[in-house]
C-alpha cells in the first residue's frame, strides 16, 4: 500500500497494475535469491567438490546474479517484453490477425494453469539449450560465453556470471519464443526465475548427483559441472541443457559419467577468469574484438585465391 | 468540500429506513434463480462464483489470462466477461454460474451492448483502440483510435451517443454511434476512469485528480468538479436512482453523492485495500471488489461496517445475478 500513493502523487495511476506485477517480480526476485542462498550454501558447506581460494571471485558473482535477477530482469519482463508484446499484438491485430496462446492452441490446457505452465517451461528450455548449444558452435559468439566459463571456483553465484552482451542476445532470444507462443508477462519472470534457480543449484560447489534416474529428470550439480569441465570448455561441449537434460538426450548431447572435473577455460583471459566485475566486463569485449578479428582474418585467407 | 454533521445525520438515518424498507430474503425476490455473485480475478486468470447467501465460493472458472469487465448481453442468457490480454470474451450462464464457452475478439477490456442493442462496444485498452462490434455474431464493423489506453464507457440512455474516458491521454471521447465516429473530446484531468451517464450529464472518475468531473454531453465542456476523496476510480447509481457511489481507490474509500445534487453525503472506509467494481444486493448491502486484498467486501450501509470473503488475485470486475430482475442494460457502470 505505499507504491499507490506515490504512483498517485506522480500523476501515474495508469501504470498502477503493471507496477503491481513489476513490484512483485522485484519481491519474488529477492526472494529466490535468498532461497537459492538457504539451500545451495549448506550443501556447499556440507559436501563442496573443492575448497574455495578465496572470497573475491565470489563477491563478483555475487553481484551478478543480485544484478540479473532484482534488476535487470523485472526491468526486462516489463519495461522491454510488456512494450514489445503489446506492439507485436497491436500490428497483428491491426491486420486482422489475433494472436493465439498455447492454450487457444491447445483447448484442453485451459484451466491447467500448472500443466501450461510446465509445458512453457519445457518449451523455453528447448529454445535454450539450443542458444546455448549456438553459443559454444561460433568463434565470436562463444569469446563472450567464455566470461561464463573462465570462472574457476564454481558456485551457486556462477549461474548469472555472463557478459552483458551475452545476457542481451540471450534475453532477446527468450523474448521472441517466449512472444511466439503468447506467454503472459507475469509468467515469464516467474518462469525465468524458477529456471534460474535450477541453473544456481547445478552450478554449485556440491558433489551430488541426483542419481540414475534424477540425472535423466533435472539438471544436477553432477551433470552441468561435466559442462563446465576443463575438457568440455571451448566449442565442442556436452551438456548443454539449463533445466531439463532431455534435451541432451534427444539431440545427443548427453553425458551422464559422474566424474567432477576441475572447471575453467585454460584459453580464456584472465582478466574474464579473475578481474572484478568491470575488468570480467572489459576483458570479454576485448576477448570478442579480437576473435572478430581472428574469425575476418582466417575467412579472407580462405577466400584468397591459391597461388 | 466538507460535510456537515446534521446532514450525515439525517442521510444515515434516510439510508437506515431505506434499507430496513427494502431489506428482503433472496428467495423473496428471485424464487427461481440462486443469488451468485460473479468476480473476474484480473491477476489469476480466474472467475470466483459466490453464493451470496452463505458467502462461500462455489466454483472457480478459468480463463485464459486477464478477466477485468463483464457486459449482460441484451437477451439476458450470456454474462460476457472480457479477458484483454487472453484477447478472448468468455460466455458464463448467469443464473447458474457455470462457463458457455469463449470467443476470440482482440483485447477486450471494458465493453458494454448499445442501448439498441445492435452493437457491442469494446475498450481495449492495452492495444489503445475502441472497438464495435455487432452485438449478434461479434464481427468487427468499425475500430477506432481515439486516445491512449481506452478504460471505462457508458452510453446516452437514446444510444446515440458513447463516452469512453482515455486514461493515459487524460480525455474522455464522444463517439457518435451512428456515424461510428468521435463527436468530441475533453480534457478532463489525469487518468480518468469510471464514466456514468446521470441525469442528462456524464461523470466521469478523474482518478489522479481526486474528483468526478460533470461534462456537458454535447459540447464536452466540463461543467463541475465533485471531490470525493484520493483516487476516484468507479462510479454507480443505487437502484432507487437516489445514490451514487464512488469507489476511491487510493483513499481506500467509499464515496456516497446524493444523486439529485451531487453533494458528498458521506464516506465508507474500507481501509486501503483499492476499492474498484460493485453491486448493490436485494438486501441493501453493497458487494465491492477490493483489488489489493484479494477480497471481495459486504458493506452494510447502515452501519458502515463490512465483511469479506476471500477471491483470487486483484479482483476486478463483479456481477450480481440479483440484478437482473432491474430493467434496462447492464453493464458494469449502467446500472
Not at chain 2, 463516452?163 to 493515459?168: A, E, G, L
Amino acid at each position: 500500500m505505499v507504491i499507490l500513493p506515490i504512483l498517485h502523487r506522480l500523476g501515474w495511476m495508469q501504470w498502477e497494475e503493471l507496477s503491481f506485477d513489476w513490484l512483485l517480480v522485484c519481491v519474488y526476485g529477492v526472494f529466490a535469491v535468498i532461497l537459492t542462498y538457504a539451500i545451495c550454501w549448506p550443501l556447499e558447506a556440507l559436501m563442496p567438490v573443492e575448497p574455495f581460494q578465496g572470497r573475491k571471485a565470489l563477491l563478483t558473482d555475487a553481484i551478478y546474479t543480485v544484478l540479473a535477477r532484482v534488476g535487470v530482469l523485472p526491468i526486462t519482463s516489463f519495461l522491454v517484453f510488456y512494450d514489445v508484446q503489446v506492439w507485436v499484438n497491436r500490428f497483428a491485430v491491426q491486420r486482422g490477425y489475433i494472436p493465439p496462446t498455447l492454450e487457444t492452441l491447445v483447448p484442453s490446457l485451459l484451466g491447467h494453469p500448472l500443466l501450461t505452465f510446465a509445458l512453457y517451461a519445457l518449451i523455453l528450455d528447448c529454445s535454450d539449450y539450443w542458444r546455448h548449444r549456438l553459443s559454444h558452435s561460433f568463434r565470436c559468439w562463444y569469446a563472450l560465453h567464455a566470461l561464463h566459463h573462465a570462472q574457476r571456483e564454481m558456485s551457486f553465484w556462477s549461474d548469472d556470471r555472463n557478459h552483458l552482451l551475452d545476457d542481451l542476445i540471450a534475453g532477446l532470444w527468450f523474448g521472441v519464443v517466449a512472444l511466439l507462443i503468447g506467454i503472459p508477462p507475469l509468467q515469464f519472470p516467474v518462469l525465468l526465475l524458477l529456471m534460474r534457480f535450477v541453473e544456481s543449484l547445478s552450478h554449485a560447489n556440491i558433489r551430488l548427483s541426483f542419481g540414475r534416474i534424477g540425472d535423466w529428470l533435472v539438471v544436477s550439480p553432477s551433470f552441468h559441472r561435466t559442462h563446465h569441465g576443463l575438457p568440455a570448455a571451448g566449442r565442442t561441449s556436452c551438456n548443454y541443457g539449463a533445466v531439463f537434460p532431455i534435451w541432451d538426450i534427444v539431440f545427443g548431447t548427453a553425458d551422464f559419467r559422474v566424474t567432477f572435473p576441475p572447471t575453467g577455460d585454460r584459453r580464456a583471459p584472465e582478466a574474464i577468469a579473475t578481474g572484478r566485475y568491470l575488468e570480467q566486463q572489459w576483458g570479454g569485449l576485448m576477448h570478442f574484438s579480437a576473435e572478430w578479428r581472428r574469425a575476418r582474418m582466417s575467412k579472407s585467407q580462405r577466400s584468397r585465391p591459391a597461388p | 468540500m466538507t460535510i456537515r454533521r446534521r446532514s450525515v445525520f439525517s442521510y444515515s438515518a434516510a439510508v437506515a429506513v431505506s434499507s430496513l424498507l427494502t431489506r428482503r430474503a433472496f428467495s423473496q425476490l428471485q424464487p427461481a434463480t440462486e443469488p451468485l455473485a460473479i468476480v473476474m480475478n484480473s491477476g489469476e486468470a480466474s472467475v470466483s462464483v459466490i453464493d451470496m447467501r452463505s458467502h462461500k465460493v462455489i466454483r472457480t472458472l478459468p480463463t485464459f489470462r486477464e478477466p477485468s469487465h463483464w457486459a449482460l448481453s441484451p437477451d439476458r442468457a450470456k454474462l460476457c466477461i472480457a479477458d484483454a490480454s487472453g484477447n478472448a470474451l468468455f460466455m458464463v450462464d448467469p443464473v447458474t454460474g457455470e462457463s458457455l464457452g469463449h470467443a476470440t475478439i482482440a483485447d477486450p477490456y471494458q465493453l458494454g451492448y448499445t442501448p439498441d442493442q445492435r452493437f457491442l462496444m469494446v475498450n481495449a485498452l492495452r492495444l489503445d483502440f475502441v472497438d464495435i462490434y455487432r452485438a449478434d455474431d461479434l464481427r468487427l464493423v468499425k475500430r477506432l483510435s481515439v486516445g491512449s489506453m481506452p478504460s471505462h464507457l457508458d452510453f446516452s440512455p437514446d444510444g446515440k451517443w458513447s463516452f469512453n474516458s482515455m486514461q493515459d491521454s487524460r480525455t474522455l471521447v464522444s463517439i457518435d454511434i451512428a456515424m461510428m465516429a468521435p463527436r468530441w473530446e475533453a480534457k478532463v484531468g489525469r487518468t480518468p476512469a469510471g464514466v456514468l451517464w446521470h441525469n442528462g450529464k456524464v461523470l466521469v472518475c478523474v482518478m489522479g485528480e481526486d474528483h468526478v468531473a460533470q461534462v456537458d454531453p454535447l459540447s464536452g465542456a466540463i461543467e463541475q468538479r465533485i471531490y470525493t476523496g484520493v483516487g476516484p476510480h468507479n462510479i454507480f447509481r443505487s437502484p432507487d436512482g437516489k445514490t451514487i457511489y464512488v469507489s476511491n481507490r487510493v483513499g481506500g474509500s467509499l464515496a456516497v453523492l446524493d444523486a439529485a445534487t451531487l453533494s458528498l453525503r458521506r464516506t465508507y472506509p474500507l481501509h486501503a485495500a483499492g476499492p474498484d467494481d460493485m453491486g448493490i444486493a436485494p438486501d441493501g448491502k453493497i458487494w465491492i471488489s477490493l483489488r489489493f486484498r484479494e477480497q471481495v467486501a459486504v458493506l452494510d450501509p447502515i452501519t458502515g461496517s463490512y465483511e469479506t470473503i476471500n477471491v483470487g488475485r486483484s479482483p476486478h470486475g463483479i456481477f450480481l445475478n440479483t440484478e437482473m430482475s432491474r430493467s434496462g442494460l447492464l453493464t458494469a457502470e449502467a446500472l
